[in-house]
């Protein structure tokens, strides 16, 4: 079993749907990542959450500490937000343990 | 600055070919980090350092590979004897010593190896 287990693997929505993408770790941690990754490779730090909720433009992604779990929103989606959505912990260490990433396509 | 950057940013070779790629991180971070990612995986880690100090390398870092960050400024990977598996795409990140867990990705150099 992974230690970051993302869901879904794929998710297709139309433009203005409201999107949800979860993420569990089994492993203690110091911080979670939510990042985006474009075709073409480059990836974009979106957020870095240790607990709570943030919130940026249209995004919001928020953490529970005891269940191990994380959720990253997407309100009123476009076709720009197609990308792959990857979530990614510091373990103790402060490793960098990844997801396999949530492949997203918007429809206009 | 404009963030990390690697170059080049794709590379086709052939296999038993050697390649080296550069990563050029965020001129204030100390720290820095490449990892590689296959096809519908997430992004594995590889290696960091430490200022020029290499402090980790991964199982996955065959002998094969090597890298360097001689001024602890840029940093190379380099892949002697290229083979098909070697695909990926290979990521370099950087970070503050003391917000370590802050990273800064650079666009990646995608490798693909015939």
């Known amino acids: 079993k992974n230690e970051v287990e993302q869901s879904p693997q794929n998710l297709t929505a139309q433009e203005g749907e409201f999107i949800t993408i979860n993420c569990s770790y089994s492993v203690g941690i110091s911080a979670l990542h939510w990042l985006q990754q474009h075709p073409g490779g480059g990836i974009v730090s979106l957020f870095m959450l240790s607990s709570g909720k943030k919130k940026h433009g249209r995004l919001i992604a928020t953490i529970n500490i005891q269940e191990k779990h994380s959720s990253l929103h997407i309100t009123a989606s476009h076709p720009r937000d197609s990308a792959v959505y990857i979530c990614?912990?510091?373990?103790?260490?402060?490793?960098?343990?990844f997801g396999k990433g949530t492949r997203l396509h918007i429809l206009p | 600055d404009t963030g990390v950057s690697q170059d080049p940013r794709h590379k086709i070779t052939k296999r038993g070919q050697n390649v080296t790629f550069r990563c050029d991180p965020i001129?204030?971070?100390?720290?820095l980090y490449w990892y590689r990612q296959t096809l519908g995986q997430g992004p594995e880690f590889l290696t960091y350092?430490?200022?020029?100090?290499?402090?980790?390398k991964s199982r996955l870092l065959s002998d094969r590979f090597s890298a360097e960050r001689p001024k602890g400024s840029f940093s190379t990977l380099e892949i002697q004897r290229t083979e098909q598996g070697d695909s990926a795409m290979y990521l370099c990140?950087?970070?503050?010593?003391?917000?370590?867990?802050?990273?800064?990705f650079g666009p990646g150099t995608r490798l693909t190896v015939l």
């Open positions: 001129s204030e971070h100390n720290r």
């Open positions: 990140a950087s970070s503050l010593e003391w917000v370590k867990n802050e990273q800064f």
């Open positions: 990614a912990v510091a373990n103790r260490d402060d490793k960098i343990i």
């Open positions: 350092f430490q200022n020029e100090a290499q402090l980790e």
